[in-house]
């Protein structure tokens, strides 16, 4: 019964871009694809984060810059999708939460590396 419920929601946006838990968009844990995806659909945001790394001279990364990391990692494929990245980044997200039946499908951010430590 519970998995007929969740099949009913509509997941946020950023879990159908590809994030693995909405917690993680700039997680200090994220991996080089989580960087790239957020470089790609909130630049300004990145630009901001990769400013204080250089402002205080630490990195959120224990080795790596978060303009190193993004380089090195691919943006999620949802990424490209524009509605999704609006979507996304709208802070008063009141969209739809619930879908038609049988149109549920597991977000592309579902069980994925990017929900912990990488």
Request: glycine share 10%.
């Amino acid at each position: 019964m519970t998995i007929l419920i969740v099949q009913r929601h509509n997941p946020h946006p950023a879990y159908r871009l590809g994030w693995g838990r909405l917690s993680c968009r700039a997680c200090i844990f994220g991996h080089a694809d989580q960087w790239a995806s957020l470089q790609t659909i909130d630049p300004v945001g990145f630009s901001v984060l990769a400013g204080y790394e250089q402002k205080f001279g630490v990195t959120i990364h224990r080795s790596k810059s978060i303009e190193q990391m993004a380089a090195l990692g691919k943006p999620f494929a949802g990424c490209a999708n524009r509605q999704l990245i609006e979507e996304a980044l709208d802070p008063n997200w009141n969209y739809p939460i619930t879908l038609p039946e049988g149109s549920w499908q597991a977000p592309v951010g579902a069980f994925t590396r990017s929900v912990g430590p990488a």
